[in-house]
């Protein structure tokens, strides 16, 4: 009895989530044959045996952790196969062999590069020429970005050379040579196409394959197939033969090696066990091929199954974001943007530096701008009633030392839905993949001061009357235009509204105020005509209207559900009783 365990995966790597198994007991198998399907936090990969016989027992499931060293199977029959390189050849020359793999961005590897070309194109006896590999189905030329030599550096055998930009992506492309550079024959900017000279090097010879390694030895420490090709490369290359001398003129291809790197910013998919998903094998396989994660890929199926559209689509908005990201300038802090003109040829400036308040609010409204992605829904509410209500009792709550406005009406509001739309009072938790829930209601009101913007929270605001949140509204606001606001007073908030009505307007779109998922914008009521509905009839009737924007992460909040919260709060406005009831 042979036992089949999980092999080294690379630098760093020690575990992933088993996707997909394929094999069974009963089953044949033999060394290099991908038997599983493993998610790493750098790619999702397939696993080649390193045994052949018979499968026995399977000791593991889809959806399990699975570490390196633990055994995935065992098998009766032959054991690990170590074999000299004609017999190597002559194994592998009746599996199906692949066209070489496209070259692979360095962050997706789990080895040293297994895309790039074995040899040089010259021998090792005189100065050897680098060339451009392939880098992919239907890539024939690409941008260089940037050079990583330069005459006279040192190279050796999958270093990285050069930055590459083609029609999918910017890649790292190593070097499948050691020596000294003597020339380098292109400059940065220049259009390369597939097999053009990049530099040539002296001193140096192509890495040869070691004959006495057996056949395991790559195909443990590379992924998937790429392993089994190597192997079969390094055999026929030590026979004097090519490719396609040692394939039959029908010998099926290998598939090209499937790796999951999305070309995005954020965190790729990670080793945490993720619920199976409704996709197609041959989905699953497009998915990897184009580099996305199909985690993230939103199906348009009967029961959110994911079809080929789907994967292409979403592909398709990655390419257009990373381009859209290749084209920005560089962000060395928060502020870093395109050079500026000289503004004083055209006449007279002033410069101030940013400071204090207005740099802080300029760095947090950035970041929460860049991490979330917003959506803003609109409503309007019919405050007649309430406005009636709120004349009606503002002389209690100046009494007791705070003012009966609008906000301090829809904290109350927010606070009684917010419990019922918890997913409103929460926080995304990415590293952890977990949404925080906070039990508690802690509600900011964002303030205009001649500083900047700040943000006061008022605590437990479920728990106090509207009075009471006049008074603490006064006195927080207060404090904010008198510069004594504490850093610990503009802390802890889980959700934030923010008021234009006192300057005007008839609807904006806030952002959010990270790491809350929600913030209310409320703008200046007016009278409107309204249409209102009698046991007789209806008619047209002036109504105060006070128009409501909501802005969201779509992250955590889908559309649908901001639209309910936000109608629910529009309906606490126009029926205030719905607090006594609900609240």
Excluded at 83 to 98: D, G, Y
Excluded at 135 to 164: C, T, W
Excluded at 247 to 264: C, E, Y
Excluded at 454 to 475: C, G, H, M, T, Y
């Amino acid at each position: 009895m042979i036992e089949f365990k999980l092999p080294e995966l690379g630098e760093n790597i020690e575990q992933g989530d088993l996707v997909r198994l394929m094999v069974a007991p009963g089953a044949t198998v033999s060394a290099g044959q991908s038997v599983m399907e493993l998610e790493t936090d750098k790619a999702v990969v397939e696993v080649p045996s390193s045994v052949s016989g018979t499968v026995q027992e399977i000791r593991v499931k889809e959806g399990d952790k699975i570490k390196v060293g633990q055994v995935i199977f065992t098998v009766d029959g032959a054991g690990p196969q170590s074999a000299e390189p004609s017999t190597r050849a002559a194994a592998v020359a009746s599996a199906p062999v692949a066209p070489d793999p496209p070259a692979i961005p360095q962050a997706s590897r789990t080895t040293a590069p297994a895309s790039a070309p074995i040899a040089p194109s010259t021998p090792a006896s005189g100065p050897s020429e680098f060339k451009l590999p392939e880098l992919g189905e239907n890539i024939s030329q690409g941008d260089l970005v940037r050079l990583m030599i330069a005459p006279g550096a040192k190279v050796s055998e999958g270093q990285p050379v050069m930055e590459l930009e083609t029609d999918k992506a910017v890649v790292e492309v190593p070097s499948s040579v050691s020596g000294i550079v003597k020339e380098v024959k292109v400059k940065e900017g220049e259009k390369i196409k597939v097999g053009q000279v990049i530099f040539t090097l002296e001193g140096g010879a192509p890495v040869q394959p070691d004959p006495a390694r057996g056949r395991n030895a790559p195909v443990e420490h590379v992924s998937g197939q790429t392993g089994a090709r190597l192997a079969f490369q390094a055999a026929i290359r030590a026979e004097g033969k090519t490719e396609e001398q040692a394939l039959p003129p029908d010998q099926p291809k290998f598939a090209a090696p499937v790796f999951s790197m999305p070309v995005q910013l954020g965190k790729v998919a990670g080793t945490e066990h993720r619920q199976p998903i409704p996709a197609a094998p041959h989905v699953r396989r497009l998915a990897r091929e184009v580099g996305v994660d199909i985690y993230e890929v939103k199906g348009t199926g009967p029961g959110g199954r994911i079809s080929e559209d789907d994967v292409k689509a979403y592909a398709k908005s990655l390419l257009q974001a990373a381009s859209a990201a290749a084209q920005a300038p560089p962000r060395a802090g928060h502020f870093a943007q395109p050079q500026l003109p000289d503004f004083a040829k055209w006449g007279k400036v002033e410069r101030v530096s940013i400071r204090g308040v207005r740099r802080k609010t300029a760095e947090h409204l950035a970041e929460a701008w860049n991490t979330i992605p917003h959506v803003t829904q609109h409503d309007r509410a019919d405050i007649t009633e309430l406005e009636q209500l709120r004349a009606r009792f503002a002389p209690k709550a100046e009494e007791a030392g705070g003012k009966m406005t609008v906000t301090a009406i829809a904290l109350k509001v927010c606070a009684a839905a917010l419990k019922v739309f918890p997913q409103f009072n929460a926080s995304i938790d990415l590293d952890k993949e977990e949404i925080v829930y906070k039990q508690y209601i802690h509600i900011g009101v964002a303030a205009d001061t001649d500083r900047g913007l700040l943000v006061p929270v008022i605590r437990d605001v479920d728990k106090k009357n509207i009075v009471e949140l006049a008074v603490e509204l006064s006195q927080l606001s207060k404090k904010a235009r008198d510069k004594k606001l504490t850093p610990e007073e503009m802390q802890g908030g889980t959700f934030t509204i923010t008021n234009l009505g006192g300057i005007g307007g008839i609807g904006f779109t806030p952002i959010v105020n990270f790491p809350e998922v929600a913030i209310l914008g409320l703008s200046r009521s007016r009278m409107e005509p309204e249409w209102v509905q009698h046991k007789g009839g209806g008619k047209f009737e002036p109504r105060l209207i006070l128009p409501l924007s909501l802005s969201y992460d779509h992250r955590l909040i889908d559309g649908a559900d901001a639209a309910r919260f936000l109608r629910w709060i529009a309906e606490a406005f126009e029926q205030p009783f719905l607090l006594s009831v609900q609240g």
